[in-house]
């Protein structure tokens, strides 16, 4: 969330922050993703009393849901390649199967592979318009600002991309904005900032490098909390978790004060604005009291044609 909440910060408008996409096959242990490429060429999904229990060629959240469920109830679920012809596996899908050879040690042509639906893409971000300027709350251009891939939300998408459709925010909205930036560099006046004085108060003495901890805390109560499935008390909860989050983590600065080469710091940094991102999209799930494309509420699970407009959130 890096780039939208510089944006953010500066007083740029984000759009349709709820809708974030879980994509249904990543790898159990670390969220890496196994392509659809592995269902499209026959894979199933099986759960471990070896039943297929859904369309495994349905849509990305058709598929994520199904999953999500088998997974509530206690049943792991697995991607089977096992009956795919040995070819195949190793031409068509040579990606997938290295993937699980580095990060499982298993071979996907005789074992079974652990996965789990994981945070995938956002339809979401800096609010733009069709040259890719950014915009601010009034749809007023903000100068000098650009924004493109995932970081940006044309609208395009709607509330639930299709796979592959990211292209669009890539090759086409990148284009637009390069061509724009070119034609207005020499006429936009960008004011400097020195990033020693803005990294300062982070350098400061803090208690220790105990915001990995939090950070941990963070991703397994989050998916709890936000994930797939929310409910208007599980996102209140989220937000208490993210208040308390980062009220400890100003607390807790990195040891290491060094400006080169510094992962620390650049964790830190990240995960702050992993918070904010995370606080933005909790506000405006909450406030989309419905169902539409990535975006199930429990407790409304019906879309309301009422809500079929963009939502906008930004700084006062």
Known sequence: GDGIVAAYDIGAALQDMEFLQFHPTTLEKNSILMSEAARGAGGYLINEAGERFVDELSTRDEVTKAIYSERKSGKKVYLDLRHIDLEVLKHDLK????????????????????????????????????KSEVLDANADIIPGLYACGECACHGGHGANRLG???LLDIVVFGRIAAQQTILNSKKTQVEQTETESLLSEYRQEGENENFYQLKKRFK??????????????NLTKAKQLISLLLDNVIMQKPNDKSLSCNSSLC???????????????????QQRDESRGAHNRIDYPEKDENQINHSLIYRK
Do not use: R, W
């Not at 993937?99 to 592979?113: K, T």
């Not at 830190?268 to 606080?279: C, P, Q, V």
């Open 164 to 166: 592959g459709n990211s």
């Open 220 to 233: 397994e109560e989050f998916h709890h909390l936000a994930g797939v499935y929310k409910t208007s008390e």
């Open 267 to 285: 964790d830190y940094f990240e995960f702050i604005n992993s918070l904010k991102i995370a606080k933005i999209y909790v506000d405006m799930a």
């Open 95 to 130: 990606e997938e199967v290295n993937l699980c050879q580095i990060y499982l040690g298993i071979d996907p042509a005789h074992e079974l592979i652990p996965i789990k639906p994981s945070a995938h893409y956002s339809m979401g971000g800096v609010a733009i318009n069709t």
